[in-house]
Structures are given as C-alpha cells and as structure tokens.
C-alpha cells in the first residue's frame, strides 16, 4: 500500500494540469475578484468558493480521467493476480489524491490570508484542513463510480460536466441564492458541494456548531461514495 501510495502521489504532483487548474487560477481569481469588489466579507467569501472549485475539479474530474487511463492500459488486470484487496488499492490510490487536494487547498487558503488577511489564520486553516480532506476523498471516491460507467474520454466529460454543474449553480460557491427560486435553494440544502463550502466558511469563522454538522454531512457522504467505488469499479472494458 505504501508503494502504491508514493507513486501515485509522485504522479500527481508532477502533473502540468494541476498548477495552472488547482493551484495558479483559483489564487489568482480569489485575489482579483477579492480586490475588485468593494467589500469586506466577500474576499473570505470567494476565496472559500475558488478553495472548493479547486479540490472539485482535481480530486473529481482528473481523478477519474486517470482512472479510466489506468483501466484502458490495463493496470487494473494486475490487481486480479496480486493478493492486494481491492478496497487497500482503491483506499491507497484515494489517499494520495486526496493528499495532493489538501495541499492545492492549503496553498489558495495561505495566498488568500497572506493577501487579504484573515483574522486568526493560523487555527483556521488546521480547521480547514478535516473539512478538505473529508470532501476531497469523496470526490475521488465518486470518480471511481463515474470512471466505471463509461468507456472513453469523450463520454467521460460528458458525465463529469453534467455532474459538475449541478454542484456549482445550487451553491453559493460565488453569488448569493437569497433571490433565487425556492426549488434551487432546496437543492443546495442538500448538496454535498454546498455543505463543503459552508464547513469551508464555518472553519475560517469559527462556527463551530456549523462545522461539526457539514463535518458529519461530508463523512456520511465518504462513505457512500466509498461503497460506490467498490461495489462498481471495473477491472476492464468488456
């Protein structure tokens, strides 16, 4: 498990896609967008946003491009003659993806306090730290059961877009949905991306009661997705 974790953690760091994706764009829109509106709440509020954008797009739809990379070379195969479960392959792989989220998050987190200033930063961002964690190996584990009902890639981003889309228009990741419809509003109430950016916001204002609800929310939805990931992943294309 160890081996497997390493090199999968020394593979994703060295990809070009995760700096300018995960990294360069969401500091550098969370810090214009913060200086452009004239507002004190809204740079916490946008450089939370641009946090779970970030760990959204690597630790969901890069992830599962990788999976089903692995699955068309054939990879998977060598699992069937190993005696690694399936479960430790999935959870160590998993782990080192979610690892590399937790870092690009931590970056865009300490751009946006050095920048803007966040009060009490320092215990803010070990708060932060569970909450990223937690939605980002939930997001991996959701790209093992995406990876696993397609065949190519051009289908693949299909899926992932139309999965994606959801998650970000019944947020309020970036704009307030005070005056949207009510049937949106209900969506984001239980929308696993909006309890990300609210234990997000609940961390960095110390809201405690928030941020053990979304901390429970966020496990709940781990879990879940966990079972997913086993109960349908593929060893190949058949």
Not at 31 to 56: C, D, K, Q, W
Not at 61 to 78: D, E, F, K, P, W
Not at 134 to 149: E, K, N, Q, T
């Amino acid at each position: 498990m160890k081996t497997i974790f390493k090199l999968t953690l020394k593979s994703a760091v060295r990809d070009p896609f995760l700096f300018f994706w995960s990294i360069l764009l969401p500091v550098t829109g969370a810090i214009g967008l913060g200086m452009l509106f004239n507002s004190s709440e809204y740079p916490r509020h946008i450089l939370t946003g641009m946090m779970a954008v970030s760990i959204l797009f690597y630790s969901f739809m890069t992830t599962a491009y990788s999976i089903l990379v692995q699955r068309r070379r054939g990879v998977y195969h060598l699992l069937r003659i190993t005696p690694l479960p399936l479960w430790k392959y999935i959870y160590s792989i998993s782990s080192a993806w979610t690892l590399t989220s937790v870092l690009c998050g931590m970056v865009v987190l300490l751009a946006g306090g050095l920048v803007f200033g966040i009060d009490q930063f320092v215990f803010a961002a070990l708060l932060v730290i569970p909450i990223i964690f937690l939605a980002a190996i939930g997001y991996v584990f959701l790209s093992f059961f995406v990876a696993s009902l397609t065949r190519t890639e051009g289908n693949l981003s299909m899926i992932t877009s139309i999965g994606i889309l959801p998650f970000l228009f019944c947020s309020n990741a970036f704009y307030s949905l005070a005056g949207a419809p009510q049937w949106i509003q209900t969506i984001s109430r239980f929308n696993p991306f909006q309890w990300f950016v609210d234990g997000l916001r609940s961390s960095l204002a110390l809201d405690w009661p928030n941020y053990f609800i979304n901390i429970g929310l966020l496990f709940i939805v781990g879990t879940v997705t966990f079972v997913l990931a086993l109960r349908t992943f593929r060893y190949a294309d058949v």
